[in-house]
């Protein structure tokens, strides 16, 4: 599945996931398709860090999913990883979309899932819409796409 | 389709080398990581075991302007090549936009590259996207080494479509074709989505 983001589409889920930081104290988060590309993020990433991040959240949740298979589950929807400082969470939303969030042992980790839960309820219209429309237009609908180089790489 | 965000001008497509175990796709990974400057590529992971046979995947993420206005991101993966991994191998392959399918020219290694392009077919079936659609390049890889196939051989076993693939002769471990190999499959992918945009779809 391949989401086409046009500006109002990034304005809501940008809405959505700083209201789900406020409420759950989380630090950061992130949203990746479960090919392993992101989609957004909201809060302190790494930026060289972040396509390796989402590669291995697609990863970790599909491995998962095998286990989930192996003891006759469909799937887990949600995934936990406890760490010393930082733990972090990966919630399910429908069948396309991974929500990642990270947060610090200061942090409820109840509370998290909890407002994961809501936001990712939340979410799944936007990108089922999403999804479903068959042509997104560029901002300038006059606008093509014109290849600039083809050597990229020397 | 790639992801394509109108927000921050930016577009991200998978590309995924697949063969047979010990081809040569980590390698091709790793020199591309060695030769490409650093504004271009991000953090490289290889999810390997202690033998050094991919497990998982090897990651490098790269960026380039290819596109008028956009920044265009590269996702490249390994899927690892022992027959026994294939549900890994269809979880790499997923939402993919283009195949770097690397084979052995070792003469002993035909078998190996048949069946491993064989599962290529079958895994892009399953997830409803076909061989014949799939921006593909082939590199014949190995040249370096006595006891090779020559490429018409090797095309008469593999690359007998009725659209013949382009194919790059390479010696990864020396650097050779390597990135001419990126090159092919990037502009490919490229032209794939421009020419679909461009008509609308
Ligand atoms: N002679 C030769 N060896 C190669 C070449 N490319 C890779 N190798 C070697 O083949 C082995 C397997 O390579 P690797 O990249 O791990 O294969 P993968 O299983 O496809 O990821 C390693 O020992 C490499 O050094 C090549 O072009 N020529
Ligand atoms: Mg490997």
Same mark, same amino acid.
């Given at each position: 599945?391949?989401?086409?983001?046009?500006?109002?589409?990034?304005?809501?889920?940008?809405?959505?996931?700083?209201?789900?930081?406020?409420?759950?104290?989380?630090?950061?988060?992130?949203?990746?398709?479960?090919?392993?590309?992101?989609?957004?993020?909201?809060?302190?990433?790494?930026?060289?860090?972040?396509?390796?991040?989402?590669?291995?959240?697609?990863?970790?949740?599909?491995?998962?999913?095998?286990?989930?298979?192996?003891?006759?589950?469909?799937?887990?929807?949600?995934?936990?990883?406890?760490?010393?400082?930082?733990?972090? %969470?990966?919630?399910?939303?429908?069948?396309?979309?991974?929500?990642?969030?990270?947060?610090?042992?200061?942090?409820?980790?109840?509370?998290?899932?909890?407002?994961?839960?809501?936001?990712?309820?939340?979410?799944?219209?936007? %990108?089922?819409?999403?999804?479903?429309?068959?042509?997104?237009?560029?901002?300038?609908?006059?606008?093509?796409?014109?290849?600039?180089?083809?050597?990229?790489?020397? | 389709?790639?992801?394509?965000?109108?927000?921050?001008?930016?577009?991200?497509?998978?590309?995924?080398?697949?063969?047979?175990?010990?081809?040569?796709?980590?390698?091709?990974?790793? =020199?591309?990581?060695?030769?490409?400057?650093?504004?271009?590529?991000?953090?490289?992971?290889?999810?390997?075991?202690?033998?050094?046979?991919?497990?998982?995947?090897?990651?490098?993420?790269?960026?380039?302007?290819?596109?008028?206005?956009?920044?265009?991101?590269?996702?490249?993966?390994?899927?690892?090549?022992?027959?026994?991994?294939?549900?890994?191998?269809?979880?790499?392959?997923?939402?993919?936009?283009? =195949?770097?399918?690397?084979?052995?020219?070792?003469?002993?290694?035909?078998?190996?590259?048949?069946?491993?392009?064989?599962?290529?077919?079958?895994?892009?079936?399953?997830?409803?996207?076909?061989?014949?659609?799939?921006?593909?390049?082939?590199?014949?890889?190995?040249?370096?080494?006595?006891?090779?196939?020559?490429?018409?051989?090797?095309?008469?076993?593999?690359?007998?479509?009725?659209?013949?693939?382009?194919?790059?002769?390479?010696?990864?471990?020396?650097?050779?074709?390597?990135?001419?190999?990126?090159?092919?499959?990037?502009?490919?992918?490229?032209?794939?989505?421009?020419?679909?945009?461009?008509?609308?779809?």
């Amino acid at each position: 599945m391949a989401f086409e983001l046009n500006v109002a589409d990034c304005e809501r889920i940008q809405k959505d996931l700083n209201e789900f930081l406020d409420l759950s104290e989380a630090q950061a988060t992130l949203l990746c398709d479960r090919g392993g590309s992101i989609l957004f993020s909201e809060g302190e990433f790494q930026e060289d860090a972040i396509d390796l991040i989402c590669a291995l959240v697609a990863g970790s949740f599909a491995a998962t999913k095998e286990l989930a298979l192996a003891l006759g589950e469909d799937e887990f929807s949600a995934i936990f990883h406890q760490g010393k400082n930082n733990s972090i %969470f990966i919630s399910a939303i429908g069948e396309e979309v991974l929500l990642l969030s990270i947060f610090s042992e200061n942090t409820n980790a109840g509370l998290v899932k909890m407002y994961a839960k809501t936001a990712c309820r939340k979410m799944q219209g936007l %990108f089922a819409e999403i999804g479903d429309r068959s042509h997104v237009e560029a901002e300038d609908v006059t606008a093509s796409f014109v290849i600039k180089k083809e050597n990229l790489f020397e | 389709m790639p992801q394509v965000n109108y927000a921050k001008k930016e577009i991200q497509f998978k590309i995924v080398y697949y063969g047979p175990g010990m081809c040569g796709k980590t390698t091709n990974l790793q =020199v591309i990581h060695e030769k490409v400057p650093a504004k271009a590529k991000g953090k490289m992971a290889s999810l390997a075991t202690s033998q050094d046979r991919t497990l998982f995947f090897d990651f490098l993420p790269l960026k380039a302007e290819a596109i008028e206005g956009y920044v265009c991101k590269f996702q490249m993966y390994t899927v690892p090549g022992q027959v026994k991994y294939n549900s890994t191998r269809k979880l790499v392959l997923r939402s993919c936009d283009g =195949v770097v399918f690397v084979a052995d020219s070792q003469l002993s290694k035909m078998q190996e590259n048949k069946e491993s392009l064989l599962n290529l077919e079958e895994n892009l079936q399953a997830q409803g996207d076909t061989l014949a659609k799939m921006p593909l390049v082939f590199q014949y890889n190995k040249k370096d080494l006595p006891q090779i196939a020559p490429n018409q051989y090797m095309d008469f076993l593999l690359n007998n479509g009725s659209v013949k693939v382009p194919i790059i002769e390479a010696s990864a471990i020396k650097g050779d074709g390597v990135l001419d190999t990126l090159n092919a499959i990037a502009k490919l992918v490229i032209q794939d989505f421009v020419a679909k945009k461009n008509q609308g779809n």
